[in-house]
């Protein structure tokens, strides 16, 4: 690393009020701590995490780092730990997702003979692939660094929102070379591409991906701070010049197009000779890449580039402030970074973007966003910036809005990401995210027009079988596979429209989504104790093994011994299908206590796992919370603090499943604290044991949240007595409007469970039943 960077770390914080280094428009303040020392960005890199250890600023739209792996969907960030070889860096990645795409733009700095192909990992086929050694490799907050062993080069990255910053140190060499491979993108394919020499020093360009996102374009301007001595164009392995021997009419040397397309700039170097080059993004025109750089990236001062991404991730980091010890610090912290990656930013410094529609649009009254992975992120991940972002959560909301009015079925996102919706994963979760931003009394949104959004998107005839759904109570199998999980997640969904539709006056709307919040009812089948496929006669699967996991079954990523609990609107109306609490708690037993012990594919790669609990999949992240609904509180508290112990810490491998777009960190960072969001859309949280002695959590509205855990250590995991805002708490949840000014939550813990603690039905958390 360059001496004037190696340092330990940010003593004195700046004020930055610049918007081209903000991924919004508020002024970054002044931060006295350094936050960032505490954030590993190669946590979940290794395994099923899916995380990427490159540069970004909070929710920023670039997204620098290596690729070292293409074509595995077990390394879909582009990422993996395991890997000795560095295909090059690219801009854009997806964080934690478990399908692969992005990787856009990729550059990768050579030396010797020019190879325009990437070669194998096995060096059976030569190319510009190099081996690498995380002794030589750093990962630090907006900054990455790697040596590149086949070519003695040291590459750093840095970024800002929609630009990145690469720095290549090179040796002496006469045959040096930057080569910018645009066929390059993760898993899928690209079907067009141009690039153009502008200038000595400057090149423009985009490609076209069909991948995930079925129609994807991203423009490009990279500037070099050195001018070439030379360049070159390769289109489908040819070098592109005219020929008057060969070419039948004029071919630029300058400027090409097709589907495979490779530019190369050659250099004579010195030893440790620095060449750096600038990139700007934009999915509008390769004139908005170059405004978007141009803008936030006006000289080549890396250090200050690094230190300004540093300051804004302070901004966010600072937000929590945690009392332990440096692992319990660095998994926080690291959580937190994880967590506030995505969404990202999706509109260039002239505020276009390109729209669901294809179209080119303005975010004139607001900051638009994308990568909605929503099957997850309802869970925690919106939540958690209802408490900690709610001006950007506002944002994100006005931007499904803006794809719910640019889509041809009018539905509100379901997994969408720059300008696309995949149609990944089921139900209609942008629901309740609207309802739970709505009810934590988030600001800045017409919130009749959300509302019809979610209306319109739960009634969609030909969405998922919801027509089948509403006449019969149920989706059938026999119709519409994943049957089974699209009835629970619809139920849920439908009842975060009624509690709407309850607070906006619509009575018979009220009343017929809340009929079809207890459609779950419909696939309990009383005989086994489980949710059971159910046919479009009303007949029960036959042989049903629940078990088995059958991709595109009846379940979605599970079995029904995750899914059964997929109630967290009404436990106590799903607790009374048992008949008893009792059976209920004898049942979910049984989940923690169990394991056939196989693994099928389509869900081989969700780890974590507590006999048939998967905490590497989220439809399990509530069910070590329903104890507290039968009045053992103190089984989830050892059970989360357990969770906590085995599937988290600050190493490369330290995530059991995919982060999902922060889903997973979330969890964490709500649990550690004492407190979870068992069904968002409610006013409710359940009280759990916390990770960490002590924490406070800046609100969005400038309030502050202390929360103290006394007599914390790693055997004291039981709540002894609790305090909420100086008040003894005998409840096991707390609501909204007890911490939305801030204050207190004291937790007095200890060896053994206290087992009178939040013990009868008066303190258990309310369910949807309580209102019927």
């Given amino acids: 690393m360059n001496a004037t960077f190696n340092r330990i770390g940010i003593l004195v914080l700046m004020i930055i009020t610049s918007l081209a280094c903000s991924p919004d428009k508020s002024t970054v303040k002044t931060v006295s701590s350094d936050f960032c020392q505490f954030v590993n960005p190669l946590v979940g890199t290794l395994g099923e995490g899916n995380t990427y250890p490159g540069a970004q600023v909070p929710f920023g739209m670039v997204q620098i780092s290596p690729d070292t792996e293409r074509w595995d969907w077990g390394a879909a960030s582009g990422y993996e730990y395991s890997d000795s070889t560095i295909y090059g860096f690219s801009m854009t990645h997806l964080h934690g997702t478990g399908i692969p795409d992005m990787g856009d733009i990729l550059f990768m700095p050579t030396v010797g003979q020019t190879h325009i192909r990437s070669g194998k990992k096995d060096f059976s086929e030569p190319g510009y692939l190099s081996r690498f050694s995380h002794d030589n490799e750093k990962a630090e907050v907006n900054y990455y660094s790697v040596q590149l062993d086949d070519y003695n080069i040291e590459t750093e990255?840095?970024?800002?929102?929609?630009?990145?910053l690469m720095r290549f140190t090179f040796p002496e060499s006469d045959s040096a070379h930057i080569v910018l491979d645009l066929s390059h993108v993760l898993r899928h394919s690209v079907i067009w591409s141009n690039v153009r020499v502008e200038n000595e020093t400057t090149i423009t360009g985009m490609h076209q991906v069909k991948g995930w996102a079925k129609e994807r374009y991203v423009y490009f301007a990279a500037k070099f701070s050195r001018p070439f001595d030379n360049t070159r164009i390769f289109s489908n392995g040819r070098e592109s010049k005219y020929d008057s021997y060969k070419t039948y009419r004029f071919r630029s040397s300058v400027e090409a197009a097709g589907p495979d397309i490779q530019f190369v700039a050659d250099y004579k170097t010195a030893a440790s000779e620095q060449i750096l080059v600038k990139v700007g993004i934009s999915a509008v025109s390769t004139a908005n890449a170059m405004k978007n750089l141009d803008t936030e990236i006006t000289d080549w001062n890396f250090e200050k580039v690094v230190e300004d991404g540093k300051n804004l991730w302070n901004q966010e980091l600072a937000k929590f402030d945690v009392t332990g010890t440096q692992e319990q610090k660095e998994t926080f912290?690291?959580?937190?970074?994880?967590?506030?990656?995505?969404?990202?930013?999706?509109?260039?410094?002239?505020?276009?973007?390109?729209?669901?529609?294809?179209?080119?649009?303005?975010?004139?009254?607001?900051?638009?966003?994308?990568?909605?992975?929503?099957?997850?992120?309802?869970?925690?991940?919106?939540?958690?910036?209802?408490?900690?972002?709610?001006?950007?959560?506002?944002?994100?909301?006005?931007?499904?809005?803006?794809?719910?009015?640019?889509?041809?079925?009018?539905?509100?996102?379901?997994?969408?990401?720059?300008?696309?919706?995949?149609?990944?994963?089921?139900?209609?979760?942008?629901?309740?995210?609207?309802?739970?931003?709505?009810?934590?009394?988030?600001?800045?949104?017409?919130?009749?027009?959300?509302?019809?959004?979610?209306?319109?998107?739960?009634?969609?005839?030909?969405?998922?079988?919801?027509?089948?759904?509403?006449?019969?109570?149920?989706?059938?199998?026999?119709?519409?596979?994943?049957?089974?999980?699209?009835?629970?997640?619809?139920?849920?969904?439908?009842?975060?429209?009624?509690?709407?539709?309850?607070?906006?006056?619509?009575?018979?709307?009220?009343?017929?989504?809340?009929?079809?919040?207890?459609?779950?009812?419909?696939?309990?089948?009383?005989?086994?104790?489980?949710?059971?496929?159910?046919?479009?006669?009303?007949?029960?699967?036959?042989?049903?093994?629940?078990?088995?996991?059958?991709?595109?079954?009846?379940?979605?990523?599970?079995?029904?011994?995750?899914?059964?609990?997929?109630?967290?609107?009404?436990?106590?109306?799903?607790?009374?299908?048992?008949?008893?609490?009792?059976?209920?708690?004898?049942?979910?037993?049984?989940?923690?206590?169990?394991?056939?012990?196989?693994?099928?594919?389509?869900?081989?790669?969700?780890?974590?796992?507590?006999?048939?609990y998967w905490h590497g999949n989220e439809p399990s992240h509530h069910v070590s919370h329903l104890y507290n609904y039968v009045g053992k509180p103190w089984k989830t508290q050892r059970l989360t603090r357990h969770i906590i112990n085995t599937q988290y810490g600050n190493k490369p491998g330290s995530l059991c499943g995919n982060d999902d777009c922060g889903q997973m960190s979330a969890w964490y960072i709500f649990n550690a604290m004492g407190f979870y969001p068992v069904c968002p859309g409610s006013d409710e949280y359940v009280i759990t044991s916390p990770a960490v002695p002590?924490?406070?959590?800046?609100?969005?509205?400038?309030?502050?949240?202390?929360?103290?855990?006394?007599?914390?250590?790693?055997?004291?995991?039981?709540?002894?007595?609790?305090?909420?805002?100086?008040?003894?708490?005998?409840?096991?949840?707390?609501?909204?409007?007890?911490?939305?000014?801030?204050?207190?939550?004291?937790?007095?813990?200890?060896?053994?469970?206290?087992?009178?603690?939040?013990?009868?039905?008066?303190?258990?958390?309310?369910?949807?039943?309580?209102?019927?």
């Fill in 333 to 612: 912290y690291s959580a937190v970074y994880h967590a506030f990656m995505a969404p990202v930013n999706y509109f260039d410094v002239d505020r276009s973007y390109r729209g669901l529609d294809q179209n080119i649009h303005k975010a004139d009254h607001f900051d638009n966003y994308t990568v909605f992975s929503l099957w997850d992120t309802y869970r925690a991940t919106h939540p958690l910036f209802c408490l900690t972002q709610a001006d950007r959560n506002a944002n994100m909301i006005q931007s499904m809005l803006e794809h719910y009015k640019q889509s041809p079925d009018h539905l509100l996102p379901i997994w969408s990401f720059w300008n696309n919706e995949t149609w990944c994963m089921i139900g209609y979760h942008a629901v309740p995210v609207i309802a739970d931003a709505y009810f934590k009394g988030v600001k800045g949104i017409d919130w009749e027009l959300a509302y019809q959004a979610c209306v319109h998107s739960a009634t969609h005839p030909e969405y998922d079988a919801t027509l089948e759904y509403e006449k019969l109570g149920y989706v059938p199998y026999d119709l519409e596979n994943e049957s089974v999980s699209k009835t629970l997640e619809y139920a849920y969904d439908d009842y975060c429209i009624a509690r709407m539709a309850k607070a906006l006056g619509k009575e018979a709307d009220y009343k017929r989504f809340s009929k079809r919040a207890m459609a779950y009812k419909n696939l309990f089948d009383d005989s086994i104790g489980w949710m059971r496929p159910k046919d479009s006669k009303g007949q029960w699967m036959k042989d049903f093994d629940s078990h088995y996991f059958k991709h595109m079954g009846a379940f979605t990523e599970g079995t029904t011994w995750q899914y059964t609990w997929t109630v967290p609107h009404d436990v106590k109306g799903l607790m009374a299908c048992y008949g008893s609490k009792e059976r209920f708690e004898a049942k979910l037993d049984s989940v923690f206590a169990y394991s056939n012990g196989k693994d099928y594919l389509g869900v081989d790669d969700i780890h974590g796992r507590i006999g048939e």
């Fill in 694 to 772: 002590a924490v406070t959590m800046q609100l969005s509205n400038g309030s502050v949240l202390n929360i103290t855990a006394h007599n914390f250590s790693e055997k004291n995991i039981y709540i002894q007595s609790l305090k909420i805002n100086g008040v003894d708490w005998k409840k096991s949840w707390f609501s909204f409007n007890d911490i939305k000014n801030g204050g207190s939550i004291e937790f007095v813990l200890g060896e053994s469970p206290n087992k009178d603690w939040a013990a009868s039905e008066a303190d258990f958390p309310p369910s949807f039943s309580d209102c019927q």
């Fill in 157 to 164: 990255l840095t970024s800002t929102n929609r630009a990145g």
